[in-house]
Structure formats: C-alpha cells, structure tokens
C-alpha cells in the first residue's frame, strides 16, 4: 500500500522523476547550455550557434550511421579513415562539378562499407577487426590518392557554396539536411519493419534468422549507410576545410562512439535511439565548445591535454551511470 | 542411415576430412608457414638481410610491440580488449624521467632513481589496468569501452605529466634497458623472450592460465565451475597495463625523448593485429602467446620487407590490412 508516496499529486512527480531518469543526457546538454549561457559573455550568439551546428553536422551524419551499426551489436572502426578517403576524392572531383563532388564519396564511403559488411556479415569476422582492417586500407588508399599531401578544393565549387550556405538566413544547410536524414533515421529505426529488424539482429541473432530475418542481409547493409554517411561527412569536411586533407579523421570514430553510448545505444546492441545518438554528438560538442571558451575568455588556462581528461572522465561518468541503471533495471 | 546413401555420405566425409585437416593444419601453422616464406623471401631477395643488424633491427623494433601484445593476448583470450595500452605506455614513459630526474623528491642516489624510474612507472601502469578492471568487473561494463576510457583519458594524464612537451632523455644507465647488449643480444629482445616464456608457461602449466582460457571459453561455465572469473579477469588487465608500462620505457630509452604525443600511439592496432594474426580468437577461449609473437614478428617483417623493397608507406598500409584480413579470414573458416 503506497503509505511512502508524498502527500502531494503523487503520479505527478513520479512522471517527473521517470522523464528526468530516461532523459538525463537531454537535460544535462540543457543544464550545460544554460550554464554557458550565463557564464560566458556571447555564447549563444547567432554566429556562434551556427557554426556550432554547422561544425557538428559531420559526426552527427556518422554518428547515426554508427548507432545502427552498433544496434546491431557491431562496431565500425572504419569511419575516421573513410572520412579522409571521401574529402580526398570530393576535393579531386571539385573542378569536374557539384555532381561528381557529391556523389563519388558517398559512393567510395559505401564500398568500404560494403567490403566491411560483407567481411562482417559473410565471413562471420567480428566487427572490431574487420573495421580495423578497413581503417588501415582506407587511410592507405587515402594517402595514395592525394599522394600524401593535402589536396585544395576547387574554390569555384558549388559544394562550398553548399557548405557555408545558411537556409532562412540562419539554419546552416548541413543541418537542415542533418535533421531530415536524422527525422529519416528515427523513422526506420522505429516505425519501419526493418528497423525491428535492425534491433531483433542485434538483440539475438539466433532468434531473429529463426524469425526469418535476414541476419546478412540486414548486417551487410548498416555497415554499407554507416561507410556511405561517413563519406558524406567527408564531403561537408573538404567544403569546409576547402582541402581534402588524408591525414583528417583520426579519432573519429572513437567520438562518435563515445556520442552514440552517451545518446543511450547500448555496445551490446539489440537497443538504441536515434534521438539520443543527436543529443550525444551535441553534447560532446558542447563540452568541447566549453572547453574552447574556458580557454579563452573563462578564468581558468586549460591546456589542450586537459580537454582529453575531461571528455575521457566524462565519458567515464556516462557509462557508469549507464551501468547502474542497466543494473538496476534488469 | 538409409544404405542407399551410405556410399555417398562415406565419400564425401572423407573428402570433408582432408580439407579439414587442410585447413587445420593452416589455421595451426599458418603464421609459422607465412612468416618462413617471408623470411625466405627475404634471404634471397633483399639485400642486407642476411645480417646481424638486420635481425637484431627487426626485433628491436618488434620487441615494444610483442610485450603488449602479449598482454593483450592474455585479455582477449577472457573474451575482452585494452585499447588503453597506447596511453599507458605515454603515461609510464612520461613518468620514468620525472622520476629519475628527481624534480618531485629528492633522491641522493643516482641508482636509486634509476630503479624507482624501472618499477614505479610499471607499478603505475598496473594501476591504470587495476582500473580497467575494476570498471569491467564491477560495473559489468564491456571492456572495449571501459579501456576506450583511458585511451582518451590516459594520453592526456601523460601529457599534463610533461605538460604538452617532451623530455629529453640522456641517461645511459637507464637508457640500457633498450640501448644495452647483454652477450651481444639487446636487452629488449630478452625482455621480450622472458615476458613470451613466462606468458606461455602460464597458460599452459597454470592454474591460472587455465582460468583465462576457460573465462573467454564462457564465462558463465566458468563461473558455475567454480572459476575466481572476477579475480582473474581484474589480473588480466593488471597484467596488460604493466607490459604496457615496460613497453613505454624500452620505447623512451630508445629514441632517448617522452614525447607523450607519440610514445605508444596506435600501439592497441598494433597490438591486437598481431594477437589476431597469430591466431588467438577475439571472441576468446584460446590463448596462443607464442602465435602472437609469430604473428608480430610477421607484420614487422612485412613492413620491413616493402620499405627495404622500396613500397611508399600507405601502400603498405594496405597491404598490411589485406594480411591481417586474410590471417584473420583464415582462423574464420569453419571446415
């Protein structure tokens, strides 16, 4: 008999606490938001709004990739080098036109992807390894391509023009588009068949073939959008940076997995959410962003090497409040 | 059986039994097999190979790389991973010059310094592993992101140790644990044997070592079986980080600088396609020390082999991921 409930609208509060508990990540990336706000002087600035977002745009696309990936149970450790490999070959089509920009390393992206998959899904490889493989191949090919020097966009590309474009004046066009595949991601995660399919894969790979899932079908192609998204980031990387730079990337799938576990996706797979895989990459960014204006104009000095302790405790934090939740809900 | 098909169902279980043994012969030898063409390959082909500074260059090279891999083989054999053992290396080599140099107590005596400068960063080290365990088997959390903790954290812990720059090493009595030739032979590449001898002598004669595989065989078999799983897995990692931290010291007392930025990166890539190519599962279950090696000394010699050959860097790049892929491939196939 509930004789421990408080006195006042006891459902109420209990709905306050379960919202708090199942979005903590959103609030926190609120509460640090506002901090920031208050504490340094122009933080939520237009400009500085939109090249926040804009800057962020490119884990997010990788990200999402990612957490499919990871619902799956696996891992795509290819995505930093494909990163390169895709701002390599949108640099070298640059003078040849907005299409061949575009396209050719998104398509080069999903190669690798395909490669990864069909490694991973035929072959029965674990992820780790055969992503690992594809990391050091795709940087090689990287290299090889720009001749191990970093290749300058063709400045006349519309792809740059595309990159810095701000929709309605403000909304970077990365991000509207970010938001449309995001939209896309969450609807195929949670309404479509193969989204249940997605998870059903990564939750019990025995249950689901016996269910007549097609366990190949479905590992081959998230790493095929996993590899194709990271090329895309690799575009909005050369129109941004004007270069196609084969030594970028490193690192960057280690972030993007550290967003998509902060967003909620369970390493284990068979759980995930898109929604939280965005409020992840934001809030990982935020921190960074943090970090850059404690740097500047906060009162403390913070030297590069500290910004790897914050987001290495940070992250630390993170996983063991999810570990104690998974705990407790099991 | 029904007789009718009996004849077939013979034939074909024989045919199946060839290519199984084919196969297992591979899968058992087949780093050994690869490396001997290598080495021939190499004998005939490359000029200078035939030589003492050859060898011995090979091996210093590989001797840092074999010591963690060692380690890693350990904590993949339980099923799990350290991707920390980069950083801890950075830490452990960060840590050795501050302290022999004395600048955090004063030490009146220059061999006392030298040997805290041995032992305390690999006590360091062990700890961070300590920790990696320490996650893994209380908080249950999977180990490929309980040590992706202190791959980002770690680095950064070495760097605000040397805050963001270098130190220079100039130190010949530390410095001879990579720079001494004890009977001719460099001091790491017995380190190295030592940490390979001991390693394999546990996993086959111990107790223990029985545990790891048994762990990474399935762990909740193990555990209803009686195994300590939480203790040896937290030892595993310990085991993990302290190689690492001898590793970081041969690495700073052969190039004589800490350079946190540098010292160990990439070494868990490294590390762990050697474990793969050498034919330890990464699903765990198997602990095969001595393939590890074989499988390290393998990728050393294929990148000594394309470089002396002339091949530019990210072309070996390739080609090396095309390898582990193959070796990789290898231990999949199912007969």
């Known amino acids: 008999m509930p004789t421990d409930l408080p006195s006042s609208d006891p ?3 209990m709905v306050g606490i379960r919202l708090f508990r199942e979005n903590v990540v959103l609030v926190v990336f609120l509460a640090l938001t506002l901090l920031a706000a208050f504490r340094y002087e122009g933080f939520l600035g237009h400009h500085n709004v939109t090249e926040f977002l804009r800057y962020n ?21 290819s995505v930093g080098s494909v990163v390169a490999l895709a701002s390599v070959l949108a640099a070298l089509c640059s003078p040849y036109g907005l299409l061949p920009t575009l396209v050719i390393p998104v398509l080069a992206g999903s190669l690798v992807g395909a490669i990864n998959g069909s490694v991973v899904a035929l072959a029965g490889v674990p992820s780790f390894i ?24 063709d400045l006349q590309s519309t792809v740059i023009t595309i990159g810095e474009a701000n929709i309605f004046g403000w909304i970077p066009a990365p991000v509207i588009l970010l938001i449309l595949v995001y939209v896309c991601g969450w609807f195929v995660l949670n309404q479509a068949p193969i989204g249940r399919q997605v998870v059903a ?25 996993s590899g194709g998204l990271a090329g895309w980031a690799g575009v ?20 993007v997995i550290a967003a998509v576990v902060i967003g909620g996706t369970l390493l ?63 | 059986m029904p007789a009718g098909k009996s004849f077939f169902v013979l034939r074909g279980a024989r045919h199946r039994a060839r290519r199984h043994h084919l196969i297992n012969a591979l899968q058992q030898y087949g780093t050994l097999i690869a490396l001997a063409v290598l080495v021939i390959f190499n004998l005939t082909f490359t000029p200078g190979f035939r030589s003492t500074l050859a060898l011995y260059t090979n091996l210093i090279q590989v001797a840092p790389i074999v010591i963690v891999a060692t380690g890693m083989t350990l904590v993949i054999a339980t099923g799990g991973i350290d991707l920390s053992v980069g950083s801890l290396m950075a830490i452990a080599g960060a840590l050795a010059p ?20 041995f032992v305390l960063p690999v006590l360091v080290a062990g700890l961070f592993g300590w920790c990696n ?36 090493i100039n130190r010949p009595d530390f410095q001879y644990i990579a720079l001494g030739r004890p009977w001719g032979v460099p001091l790491q590449v017995m380190l190295m044997l030592i940490v390979v001898l001991l390693s394999v002598g546990m996993v086959k004669f111990t107790t223990v070592g029985r545990y790891i595989v048994a762990i990474g065989g399935s762990r909740s078999a193990a555990w209803l079986a009686g195994v300590p799983v939480t203790t040896v897995t937290w030892f595993v990692y310990i085991i993990s980080g302290c190689l690492a931290g001898m590793a970081g010291l041969i690495e700073i007392a052969i190039i004589s600088s800490a350079d946190p930025n540098r010292l160990g990166l990439n070494m868990e890539l490294h590390a762990i396609a050697a474990v793969a190519v050498g034919g330890t599962p990464l699903t765990g279950g198997q602990a095969r020390v001595l393939g590890t090696l074989l499988g390290a000394v393998f990728i050393q010699l294929i990148s000594y082999t394309l470089l002396t050959h002339g091949v530019p860097y990210a072309a070996a790049q390739v080609v090396n991921a095309v390898l582990i892929l193959a070796a990789v491939l290898l231990q999949q196939v199912k007969s």
Do not use: C
């Not at chain 1, 050091?136 to 020097?149: H, K, P, S, Y």
């Not at chain 2, 107590?105 to 310094?113: E, F, H, K, M, S």
């Open chain 1, 236 to 255: 909005l990387l050369a129109a941004s940076t004007f270069s196609g730079l084969p030594t970028e990337g490193v690192g960057w799938e280690l972030q």
């Open chain 2, 133 to 168: 365990g320490l996650l893994i088997t209380t908080r249950r959390l999977q180990p490929i992101i309980a040590t992706l903790v202190l791959f980002i954290a770690g680095r950064g812990i070495a760097q605000v140790l040397t805050d963001g720059g270098h130190i220079e």
């Open chain 1, 201 to 225: 894969v990564g939750d019990d790979e025995a249950a689901a073939r016996l269910m007549g899932v097609s366990v190949h079908g479905i590992k081959f192609w998230v790493y095929v959008a």
């Open chain 1, 130 to 153: 055969a992503t690992l493989v594809s990391m050091m191949a795709a940087r090689g090919v990287a290299l090889i391509l720009a001749n191990d020097q970093s290749i300058p966009v």
């Open chain 1, 57 to 77: 745009a490119r884990f997010g696309f990788i990200a999402l990739g990612m957490t499919f990936v990871i619902i799956t149970g696996g891992i795509d450790l």
């Open chain 1, 11 to 13: 459902s109420l509060k």
């Open chain 1, 268 to 330: 284990t797979g068979g759980s995930g959410s898109v929604g939280g895989t965005l409020v992840g990459v934001l809030l990982l960014g935020l921190i960074f962003k943090i970090l850059d204006f404690e740097n500047g104009v906060g009162g403390y000095d913070l030297k590069a090497h500290w910004q790897s302790v914050i987001r290495g405790a940070f992250l630390l934090v993170v996983i063991v409040f999810q570990s104690r939740r998974a705990v407790k809900d099991r």
């Open chain 2, 98 to 117: 501050i302290v022999f140099q004395a600048s955090v107590w004063p030490l009146n005596q220059q061999a006392v310094g030298t040997a805290l400068a």
